[in-house]
């Protein structure tokens, strides 16, 4: 069985129906159905103490990421002006929570999507078309969820738009078939927040 979760993973993630984070948890559910990993559970299923000690682990390097942010002239009110961080890559810093990069070879939860606090921060993730916050693959933290003042906010920022634009065309060159679910009209149509 774990053969063929392998060879369609394969093929999903090289045709580009799938994204990285998709692909490498279907790999790893693999493993665990073979029973050559270290998981006794399923690995779908993130417990509570593993998402605390993942928090502590990266809580150092948040804060490395926000002082260096402060460096580069990210202010703390709503939207902010995309910035040259220390590796090169262009980023957008959104109500000094939301980090939206470009390169940012994930898909989910949307092309861009923004990653809390730091670009190197797995999980919670934002949808940008909807607001939606998630803490882990498809679960939802809906006390997070963005209200419409901010998703007007967000989608009238032009640094955003731009950006959104570059990552968009990004991810075409980097998965040519990836088809842009969140985007209703096509991929170059973006959302307008009045």
Known sequence: MHTHITLLSDFSYALGLIGLAEYEERQEVALWL???TNHQSDPRVRNDEEIERSD?????EDVTNISVGSR???NGGGASAPEEDVNGWTRFL?????????GDVDCYPSVPHGHLNSKTR???????YTGRVFASVHQEKVAERLTIAEMKTLWNDDKFIELCRKQIHWYTD??????FPNARYGRHVLPRWR
Do not use: C, H, I
């Not at 959104?94 to 470009?102: A, D, G, H, K, S």
């Open 34 to 36: 073979a029973g050559s």
């Open 56 to 60: 502590q682990r990266r809580a150092e």
């Open 72 to 74: 580069l002239g990210v």
């Open 94 to 102: 959104f109500n000094n929570r939301w980090m939206f990069t470009l």
């Open 122 to 128: 797995e999980w919670p993730k934002l949808n940008p």
């Open 174 to 179: 980097f998965s040519e078939r990836y088809d």
